[in-house]
């Protein structure tokens, strides 16, 4: 024991000088701490400054409940939209208009043919014939592209047509 006592006073200036670095380099790591701190607090916000832990459990709660809220409003809105798409395949989507001249004694291609058709080629058809003593108005109906009556050159014509 005696020998240790000796060696420590004849280093005594060494260890002096060791524990005062470590006691410099444990001063510069909290003072380094210290400023993370400080930062970290002015970036919280002043709701979680002042509040507790059950103050921030329920801020928490709070907001995970309204997460949930939107996710369902989301879901909704998925929903309706996939409904829209469904109405909107069955909507106009093609339109298709000839003019022409139905008969010899009149020029001017004043009689048409106006094809209204949905996504799926399903719509009307509709012909108007243009003559000098009277006129004539035809709707034919067509579902997926076929009409069950016949159809005339002009009115295959519009129906081709996509003229959206």
Not at 128 to 137: C, E, I, K, P, T
Request: glycine share 6%; charged share 25%.
């Amino acid at each position: 024991m005696h020998q240790i006592f000796q060696f420590l006073s004849i280093n005594e200036s060494y260890f002096l000088f060791g524990l005062s670095a470590l006691s410099l380099i444990l001063l510069i790591c909290v003072f380094s701490l210290s400023r993370r701190l400080g930062k970290a607090n002015k970036r919280r916000s002043p709701q979680v400054a002042s509040a507790g832990v059950e103050d921030i459990a329920e801020a928490l709660a709070e907001q995970s409940n309204a997460l949930t809220n939107l996710q369902m409003q989301l879901n909704e809105v998925n929903a309706n939209q996939k409904k829209l798409v469904e109405a909107v395949s069955k909507c106009l989507q093609t339109t298709g208009i000839v003019r022409f001249n139905a008969f010899d004694d009149v020029g001017g291609e004043q009689s048409f043919a106006f094809a209204l058709l949905d996504k799926d080629d399903t719509g009307v058809v509709i012909s108007s014939l243009y003559g000098r003593q009277d006129s004539r108005v035809y709707v034919k109906s067509i579902n997926r592209g076929q009409c069950e009556r016949a159809l005339s050159e002009e009115e295959r014509k519009a129906i081709s047509l996509r003229n959206n």
